[in-house]
């Protein structure tokens, strides 16, 4: 026997089979010693953003005419034209959630609303490496509640939105006296962290299974929090400059009437994080209540939410569209600013680097229908180009995009929510 050729002892052994032998029943990390090379996936995308309308879309003016390669957009998506080759549209593809408006946060978290949400899952996997992990944006609403969300944690908790535009530019770059009150705020709230932990471990003993379960939740999130403060704190003197040419918004357009203003400054504000490597996980939630537009000189008969329940009436169904159209453009100019922008890391653009969903949680607002949810992604690399119809009596269900879209990320993700597989063969 040669005693120059080495055998590594982990050949031919599997990672089961390795932790069998340790007899310790842990999860390790992917070790590349144990890679399977035939099947490595570099990430095709490195960002991840999502924007969704609380009061849905009409379907009828979103999805094309013919299933196949897109070759005309109709009403609502004719904006999106020039994007036709890098972008995919689905319909038939829900979560087989419950109908209301109460289960519109179904769109980011599956069978059940307000379960941990995609694009925290995303956060949690790639945005750690970023001063914020993930950005909760909201247009329309005036001041945000926790009534609506898009987000929420792993504990199920909705994550708060910012709505101002100035709050968020001086969120991504903060001026000396902003991070000086930053780092003394962190410090404070941390030592309130530790008390409080202090004050719970001491009832903890009297406490039911039941409660204790939620104890051990509030733990939970509480390590998280204490996670970000301390991330922040590393950070927090450091000098964030805003790229060459940005400045900051000198009005905060939170009327919910001027919803559309507030989208663009919001939308400009995200490519700047994008492009800073300041977030690689944004939401944006487009609100609906009773605000009156005007579009094209042109004032709307009805309020947003009252044309969202048009019973079929054209007209409110054309003003409806035409507020949705008006989204789009919104959108349009989002992606051409990320498609004209220099990536931070791979030497493409931002829209190449950048997965974009375009979705909602409600499939037609007038009657409170969960069911068909519109879905078009643009960007981050994917196979585009075509318009997906689904079957709803198949079993191929939204949940099987996002778990595509995950590996797309560089995720090894197989199951979402109520999934039944994954789109891989449409879109990677």
């Known amino acids: 026997m040669n005693k120059n050729i080495y055998i590594s002892p982990f050949k031919g052994i599997d990672r089961r089979q390795f932790l069998k032998g340790l007899g310790a029943a842990i999860a390790l990390p992917n070790l590349e010693t144990f890679a399977d090379k035939k099947n490595e996936k570099v990430a095709g995308a490195r960002n991840f953003v999502a924007m969704g309308t609380y009061l849905g879309w009409h379907r009828e003016s979103f999805y094309p005419k013919t299933e196949g390669a897109i070759k005309e957009l109709p009403t609502t998506t004719k904006p999106l034209e020039k994007f036709a080759s890098k972008m995919s549209i689905f319909s038939g593809l829900d979560h087989r959630a419950p109908n209301g408006h109460n289960a519109w946060a179904n769109y980011m978290c599956g069978r059940k609303p307000g ?31 926790a009534i609506k969300a898009i987000s929420f944690s792993k504990n199920g908790t909705s994550l708060p939105m910012i709505a101002r535009p100035t709050v968020l530019y001086r969120k991504l770059f903060p001026t000396a006296s902003d991070r000086k009150r930053a780092e003394y705020l962190l410090s404070t709230g941390t030592s309130v962290l530790d008390d409080v932990l202090v004050m719970t471990q001491t009832i903890q003993k009297d406490l039911s299974s039941k409660d204790k379960e939620k104890l051990s939740e509030y733990y939970d999130a509480i390590r998280t929090v204490e996670k970000d403060m301390a991330k922040h704190l590393k950070n927090v003197n450091v000098e964030i ?9 000198d009005s905060d357009p939170i009327s919910p009437s001027l919803q559309i203003e507030a989208s663009n400054m919001l939308y400009d504000l995200l490519v700047l994080a994008l492009q800073s490597d300041s977030t690689r996980v944004a939401t944006l939630l487009l609100d609906g209540l009773g605000q009156v537009f005007s579009l094209d000189g042109r004032k709307l008969g009805s309020g947003y939410h009252g044309l969202s329940h048009h019973g079929n009436d054209p007209n409110m169904i054309r003003d409806l569209v035409s507020i949705e159209k008006a989204h789009m453009a919104c959108l349009a100019r989002f992606l051409e ?15 190449d680097e950048t997965i974009v969903v375009a979705g909602t949680g409600m499939g037609n607002a007038s009657v409170h ?5 519109p879905t078009l992604v643009v960007g981050g690399g994917l196979k585009h180009g075509k318009y997906h119809k689904f079957d709803r009596k198949g079993n191929v269900l939204l949940g099987n995009l996002y778990v595509s879209l995950q590996n797309q990320l560089g995720m090894n993700s197989t199951q979402f929510s109520n999934s039944t597989g994954n789109l891989n063969e449409v879109v990677l």
């Not at 941990?116 to 944006?137: H, K, P, T």
């Not at 400059?241 to 918004?249: D, I, N, Q, R, V």
């Open 241 to 249: 400059k805003a790229p060459s040419g940005a400045t900051a918004p």
């Open 115 to 145: 379960a941990y949400s995609l694009d925290q899952m995303i956060a949690a996997e790639i945005g750690q490496e970023s001063r914020f992990s993930s950005l909760q944006l909201i247009a329309g609403s005036g001041e945000p509640s």
């Open 337 to 351: 600013k990320l498609e004209s922008t220099q990536g931070s890391v791979t030497g493409k653009n931002l829209l």
């Open 369 to 373: 229908d969960n069911k068909d949810l």
